[in-house]
Structures are given as structure tokens and as C-alpha cells.
């Protein structure tokens, strides 16, 4: 049996297929023959599965600022199997105007590499293959410098397998308020950003329905099943981001914040004027949000909602239990 292909080398074999060609590449030409697609072509039909993978892959070139294009010409219009893909050479170039010296090109390889282990070596890998497309060697090996990074939870990677591979998973997860850890059973279908935190996006299977989890309260390793699942039709990241979008604007605090401090810049800098000097600020998770206020101390005073009022008193008084001494 083949090797697997990574999804890193997928996109970077698909890349420079859509660059390599001047009229364009048809969904058929692509799946059954660029490396990542073709090991698993079906001639004659069943490739449901792999269409769409073609189609999380193509918005995924486009995230990374790749300007794919679709090119449908006049005779088959509405025709969608006949639609061609490319990515225009002359757009994907650097500008001419902008050059690196072979010193720069060691240090950007340098930064690239500060990723090779961790969560991040898929993305370190395509870095320094731009880099070393660009045809330019450095002379300035920086001998001594080995910076290692590690982003993102550790749960991230065994769940973009996961998805990658449309396999159940199952994990931890401790609710805030909850002194259990609960186990999740979850088919997991989109790994999401926002507010800055990871979230994956998935079924639960325990309780019938969507659900997003955030990554940094799954407890303990993310165990991968042997149980597949089919995705469902829609875009499921994007459905992901709209709920935690809706649960942001509904969640409003009050603040009052102390002038010239590092809650006015941080916390008023996110929020908006409400009168009477105090300020709103929204947020997506009350546990989260009241940790970052109660780390503020007196700079914050929260007026509402009394939930947050409440959650960020009882992380004082336990501060206070902790350093605070008996009387004698």
C-alpha cells in the first residue's frame, strides 16, 4: 500500500500543477493526476469524497493568498465538470521591485525553521519551499541559532488528521464550572480560529448534534477510532465562525476602566464608548473573559452582566485565600 500524502504536499503538488499550465486544468485532470489526488482516483466514477477534498483544498490555496482562478469557457458554460483551474504565473510572482539579499533570505529561513517542530512544521515546510523557489542561496548559515516554536494546542494536529481522514474521535473535555472531565465522542469537521483560540467543529455523537469545542479545555490525548463518517454538505467552518460570531455580539460587558492603565489600552481598545465613561466590551466565553479582566485588579470594575461581575469576584477572593495572611 502507498504511503499517505500529507496535506502540506497535496497542496503544494496541486499548486504547482495550477501553475504549471497556461489554459487550465479540469477537476478530472487534476484528481487523477496530481500526487495526493491520484492514489486515490477512481476511473469511471465513485470520487464524491475526493471532489470534495478538491473543494476544501482550492479555498485553502486561496487563504494562503494563492490567487486561483476558475476560467469556464463560452461553449460549456454551466457545464461544471468542464471548468478549468490555474494560478496566473505573473500574479503569484513577487513583485519585481522586492528582492532579498542572500542574508535575508538566511534569516527568513531561519524564522521558517524555528517551526520545524511543533504544530506548525506543515507550514514551516511550504515556507521554505517558497524560499527556495526564489533561486537565491545564502551565504549566511547563522551557525549557532536553533530556535524551536511550538503554536497552537496540542490537540490541534491529531484532529486535522482526523478530519483529513473522516475519523471519529474521541477526547476530554472539561466544561468551565465542571470539576469532571466529560469524554467527548465526536466526528470532528472543522478546526476554526477565532477570538484568537482554536475551536474544532464537529457531531457530537453523544448528543445528536453540532457542537464546538475549545481546544485548550480538551483534557489529556485526542484518541483517533476506527470509525469513519461522511461530512455533510455546507461549509461547516463557516458555520462554525457564524455561531461564534452570533455568541460574541450577544455577550456585552460594562467596564469601568482606570485612565492611563493597561486595561484602558488593552480592554478599551476592543470596546465602545457607554456613557458615563464606561465602556462595552463584548466576548464569546464568560469563564475566559473573566479571567482576562480579574488579571487587571483594580483597573477594572465591572458593572454588568452579573454573571461576569460574579465569576471575576470569586477569582479575586480565591487570589486573595492564596496570598492573603491569618491574623495573629
Known amino acids: 500500500m502507498a504511503a499517505a500524502v500529507s496535506n502540506e504536499e497535496r497542496l503544494f503538488s496541486l499548486v504547482l500543477a495550477l501553475l504549471a499550465t497556461e489554459t487550465g486544468l479540469t477537476k478530472?485532470?487534476?484528481?487523477?493526476?496530481?500526487?495526493?489526488?491520484?492514489q486515490r482516483y477512481r476511473p469511471g466514477g465513485g470520487n464524491a469524497s475526493l471532489e470534495r477534498q478538491f473543494e476544501r483544498d482550492k479555498e485553502d490555496i486561496r487563504d494562503l493568498g494563492v490567487p486561483l482562478e476558475s476560467i469556464e469557457l463560452p461553449a460549456d458554460q454551466g457545464a461544471v465538470q468542464y471548468t478549468r483551474y490555474r494560478i496566473?504565473?505573473?500574479?503569484?510572482?513577487?513583485?519585481?521591485?522586492?528582492?532579498?539579499?542572500?542574508?535575508?533570505?538566511?534569516?527568513?529561513?531561519?524564522?521558517?525553521?524555528?517551526w520545524r517542530e511543533g504544530s506548525l512544521s506543515g507550514e514551516s515546510r511550504r515556507a521554505l519551499m517558497k524560499l527556495r523557489s526564489l533561486g537565491i542561496d545564502s551565504e549566511e548559515p547563522l551557525i549557532g541559532f536553533a530556535p524551536r516554536l511550538r503554536a497552537r494546542d496540542a490537540a490541534f494536529d491529531p484532529l486535522r488528521e482526523a478530519i483529513e481522514r473522516r475519523r471519529v474521535v474521541v477526547f476530554g473535555y472539561l466544561k468551565p464550572g465542571e470539576a469532571k472531565v466529560r469524554r467527548r465522542r465526536v466526528a470532528p469537521l472543522a478546526l476554526v480560529q477565532f477570538g484568537g483560540r482554536w475551536h474544532v467543529h464537529g457531531i457530537d455523537l453523544a448528543a445528536k448534534g453540532r457542537r464546538t469545542f475549545l481546544l485548550s479545555r480538551i483534557a489529556?490525548?485526542?484518541?483517533?477510532?476506527?470509525?469513519?463518517?461522511?461530512?455533510?454538505?455546507?461549509?461547516?467552518?463557516?458555520?462554525?465562525?457564524?455561531?461564534?460570531?452570533?455568541?460574541?455580539?450577544?455577550?456585552?460587558a460594562l467596564l469601568e476602566l482606570a485612565p492611563d492603565t493597561d486595561a484602558a489600552a488593552r480592554l478599551g481598545s476592543r470596546g465602545a464608548p457607554a456613557g458615563d465613561g464606561a465602556v462595552a466590551v463584548h466576548?464569546?466565553?464568560?469563564?475566559?473573559?473573566?479571567?482576562?479582566?480579574?488579571?487587571?485588579?483594580?483597573?477594572?470594575?465591572?458593572?454588568?452582566?452579573?454573571e461576569l461581575i460574579d465569576a471575576v469576584r470569586a477569582r479575586l477572593a480565591a487570589v486573595a485565600a492564596a496570598h492573603g495572611s491569618t491574623d495573629g
Open 283 to 306: 466576548f464569546s466565553d464568560l469563564a475566559l473573559f473573566a479571567d482576562e479582566v480579574a488579571a487587571f485588579g483594580p483597573e477594572v470594575l465591572v458593572l454588568e452582566p452579573a
Open 28 to 38: 478530472a485532470d487534476i484528481l487523477s493526476s496530481v500526487q495526493g489526488y491520484r
Open 220 to 252: 489529556g490525548a485526542v484518541e483517533e477510532t476506527a470509525d469513519g463518517f461522511e461530512a455533510p454538505d455546507g461549509q461547516p467552518a463557516e458555520e462554525a465562525r457564524e455561531g461564534l460570531r452570533a455568541v460574541f455580539h450577544a455577550n456585552r
Open 88 to 114: 496566473p504565473k505573473g500574479e503569484y510572482d513577487l513583485p519585481a521591485d522586492v528582492t532579498f539579499t542572500p542574508k535575508e533570505i538566511a534569516l527568513l529561513d531561519l524564522a521558517a525553521l524555528a
